[in-house]
């Protein structure tokens, strides 16, 4: 089945501890990226990625790390998570041009005390 | 910079009742649009697209949308309401400049209550 995978599904973690959240697709797609979600806020871009080792920021990159060293995985990591980036998460990913619409994940569900 | 704006926050209809979601857009040219449904606890879903082809487009589950281009809009619409329709839905446009779609901007969502 064509999806895109995140783990965990639920996470509540501490200041300033690092973490990471998971992101896997199996479509063989070339672009990924990763949104929050915040009530009043709506959907916001992170960080997104064309291709292996291409990467860029999007609307709210400040405390966030991204990587792309496969295709397929595109883990977003909190090197020293705050309470303002409790939220949920959401990875997508989709052919290059996008017409064919985006695959998103189930999403994270991150709480920062 | 392209945008949507989602004209209703909430929309509240009958079971059985048609069903109008407004999303208007902002672009210098003809872009691509989705709508996406998010159900309580769950992600996000592809109801249907537009990418220049048709107008009237087709999607999953009942819903369709019309591209009018005159009045910059893409209303979603389903003719029957149904209970399993309770969702908040989302009008999306892809931007970009190298390929087009780096960046998925996202109306502030529109939160469908279905009353029995």
């Known amino acids: 089945e064509a999806q895109v995978t995140q783990n965990p599904r639920y996470l509540i973690t501490v200041t300033g501890k690092k973490l990471t959240v998971t992101c896997s697709q199996n479509?063989?797609?070339?672009?990924m990226s990763w949104y929050r979600q915040d009530p009043g806020l709506g959907l916001r871009q992170i960080y997104y990625?064309?291709?292996?080792?291409?990467?860029d920021k999007g609307d709210v990159p400040e405390g966030y790390k991204v990587s792309r060293k496969e295709k397929r995985n595109f883990p977003l990591i909190l090197e020293s998570p705050s309470p303002n980036q409790t939220s949920l998460y959401f990875c997508?990913?989709?052919?290059?041009?996008?017409?064919?619409?985006?695959?998103f994940g189930s999403g994270t569900r991150l709480t920062v005390v | 910079a392209q945008s949507v704006t989602q004209l209703d926050s909430h929309v509240s209809v009958s079971e059985g009742t048609p069903v109008l979601l407004r999303c208007n857009y902002s672009?210098?040219?003809?872009?691509?649009l989705f709508w996406y449904v998010q159900h309580p606890n769950k992600g996000l879903q592809l109801l249907l697209k537009?990418?220049?082809?048709?107008?009237l487009v087709k999607g999953i589950n009942g819903f369709e949308a019309e591209f009018k281009k005159s009045e910059t809009s893409f209303h979603l619409t389903k003719p029957s309401a149904h209970m399993s329709d309770a969702a908040e839905y989302f009008c999306?446009?892809?931007?970009?400049?190298?390929?087009?779609?780096?960046?998925?901007?996202f109306g502030t969502g529109t939160r469908l209550t279905i009353i029995p």
């Open positions: 997508a990913s989709s052919p290059i041009g996008g017409v064919g619409g985006y695959t």
């Open positions: 479509m063989n797609h070339e672009y």
């Open positions: 990625s064309m291709n292996v080792e291409v990467t």
């Open positions: 672009s210098s040219y003809s872009p691509s």
């Open positions: 537009y990418t220049s082809a048709a107008t």
């Open positions: 999306v446009v892809p931007e970009g400049s190298n390929f087009g779609n780096e960046k998925l901007t």
